[in-house]
T-cell receptor, first 114, second 108 residues
Framework: EPEVTQTPSHQVTQMGQEVILRCVPISNHLYFYWYRQILGQKVEFLVSFYNNEISEKSEIFDDQFSVERPDGSNFTLKIRSTKLEDSAMYFC????????????FGPGTRLTVL | RKEVEQDPGPFNVPEGATVAFNCTYSNSASQSFFWYRQDCRKEPKLLMSVYSSGNEDGRFTAQLNRASQYISLLIRDSKLSDSATYLCVVPLYNKLIFGAGTRLAVHP
């Protein structure tokens, strides 16, 4: 069964450093998403991406964040200058048709900012 | 009113019990709804979709009351493996809005 993959599984970084979280969505999917979950809190939407551009972004997704689909398979989330409060699980999700019928989630990257 | 609100839990039940979770949502225009399951430190996984009045899949039954903007999930004959957090999820345009989740612990 096809699945969304994410690397690394755990990333530790110093405050102020840049991090890039990587995702490989399911191959025939066209819509891609990033969500985050701070420990003990709910899953929160960050950004949706379709046709090589952002469709929607939340208030959390400020100028420190960017997304890119650099080739036909990877989908990345970059945080330019990490803050302590960026520590969270980051989940990538993908979907065939953008109706939010079934978004498939990757296993997540745990980001720890020290 | 929060966009998606759930029973806070935790629910501690013995094996074989029937347990029900409730969820209310604020956007009356929402047409579809989901229950996801999340194990500790893992990704959310789709459990059930609800498009009309309800849906049943084995031991799991989801019901929708559009007038009251209320969704429920019923688990019958609970198993130890049902222990997890159950997330009520409502799509809104290009994103999923998650509730805070209800934790279920099934004990022998």
């Amino acid at each position: 069964e096809p699945e969304v993959t994410q690397t690394p599984s755990h990333q530790v970084t110093q405050m102020g450093q840049e991090v890039i979280l990587r995702c490989v969505p399911i191959s025939n999917h066209l819509y891609f998403y990033w969500y985050r979950q701070i420990l003990g809190q709910k899953v929160e939407f960050l950004v949706s991406f379709y046709n090589n551009e952002i469709s929607e972004k939340s208030e959390i997704f400020d100028d420190q964040f960017s997304v890119e689909r650099p080739d036909g398979s990877n989908f990345t989330l970059k945080i330019r200058s990490t803050k302590l409060e960026d520590s969270a699980m980051y989940f990538c999700a993908s979907e065939t048709a953008g109706r939010t019928d079934t978004q498939y989630f990757g296993p997540g990257t745990r980001l720890t900012v020290l | 009113r929060k966009e998606v609100e759930q029973d806070p839990g935790p629910f501690n039940v013995p094996e074989g019990a029937t347990v029900a979770f409730n969820c209310t949502y604020s956007n009356s225009a929402s047409q579809s709804f989901f229950w996801y399951r999340q194990d500790c430190r893992k990704e959310p996984k789709l459990l059930m979709s609800v498009y009309s009045s309800g849906n049943e899949d084995g031991r799991f039954t989801a019901q929708l009351n559009r007038a009251s903007q209320y969704i429920s999930l019923l688990i019958r004959d609970s198993k130890l493996s049902d222990s997890a957090t159950y997330l009520c999820v409502v799509p809104l345009y290009n994103k999923l809005i998650f509730g805070a989740g209800t934790r279920l612990a099934v004990h022998p």
